[in-house]
């Protein structure tokens, strides 16, 4: 079976189709609840409207994410990704809060659960959907570097999971008689989707601060200017930062007083081309300093 390239799977059309895949799974799983009364199901189905706004808001920020800079926002809308991201994580927290308040209730006063077989058949039908999707999702958000992209598939890992611990909990009720387990199955998924949701804020959180690149991302920056680096030319301050797909270094490079300033462009406009061949989605802004001048705020965390 030949699968679409990730490449050519944009954001935009990766979200629209989470759109349509919440939309599908939110009518199984409410089905599943409504012929079995099982308050498990029914934190399933709600997790899945979560799904369906976070995929609305996911494609709301990486359509604002990739407009051009202007004049109020000279450096892009990179960022609005991690807005997202934070979005996504905290309908996740609010959902699971939902869910335990649901079946502390249903713990004190558990209710007898009815056509078990058809509610597991659509949980697992509407399972298989959404960990197909994160599968594409997560491909196409490496190759994207897109946060919010990797949000929505973390999530929909998060709901599979969620109706498997469901799927367990109806067989064991359905097995022992213990009515009290569906309900303590549901508090276990809200732990479990409250833990994933607090991750999906953090990470939006480093986002928004200009966290560094990914250590194999600074490697390769490092390589590619150990490529120029010699006698006459040398790298210091470098500076790396995220803003959602794009990637930023910035650095000095010292070279002889009596080089022409055509010539030092010259070698500059190379080495950035060489990163940013390097690094795709990388922008890379290079200051000239002669080899006898150092900037006033040496600091060796800096140095290459």
């Known amino acids: 079976m030949n ?121 697992v039908v509407s399972s298989a959907l959404n960990g197909l999707m994160a599968w594409v999702m997560f491909r196409s958000a490496k190759e994207h570097r897109s946060i919010a992209l990797e949000a929505d598939a973390r999530h929909l890992v998060t709901d599979v999971w969620t109706s498997v611990g469901v799927v367990v909990g109806l067989g064991a009720v359905a097995l022992t008689g213990w009515l009290w387990l569906d309900a303590l199955v549901a508090i276990g998924v809200a732990l479990n989707i409250l833990w994933e ?54 650095l000095h490079m010292h070279m002889p007083p009596g080089w022409s300033l055509g010539r030092a462009a010259a070698l500059r406009t190379s080495v950035e081309q060489a990163l940013m061949s390097a690094v795709p989605g990388l922008r890379a802004s290079i200051q000239l300093l002669p080899s006898d001048v150092e900037p006033h705020f040496d600091d060796e965390k800096d140095l290459i």
């Open 3 to 123: 699968f679409p390239n990730p490449q050519s799977l944009t954001p935009q059309r990766l979200l629209r189709a989470s759109v349509v895949v919440a939309i599908i799974t939110i009518v199984l799983k409410t089905g599943a609840w409504y012929v079995t009364d099982s308050v498990g199901l029914l934190s399933d189905a709600m997790e899945s409207f979560v799904n369906l706004a976070s995929a609305i808001f996911g494609l709301a920020m990486v359509t604002i994410a990739q407009r051009p800079a202007d004049e109020d926002h000279p450096y892009g809308h990179h960022k609005a990704e991690y807005f997202s991201s934070g979005f996504e994580g905290a309908l996740i927290i609010g959902a699971a809060a939902a869910i335990i308040w649901a079946a502390g209730h249903r713990i004190l006063d558990p209710q007898p659960l009815q056509q078990i077989g058809w509610g597991l058949v659509l949980a």
């Open 197 to 250: 949701g607090s991750q999906l804020i953090w990470r939006s959180s480093q986002g928004l601060m200009d966290e560094a690149v990914e250590p194999e991302v600074l490697g390769r920056i490092r390589q590619t200017l150990a490529g120029f680096d010699h006698a006459t030319i040398r790298f210091d301050h470098l500076s790396t930062r995220r803003a959602g797909q794009r990637l930023f270094v910035d």
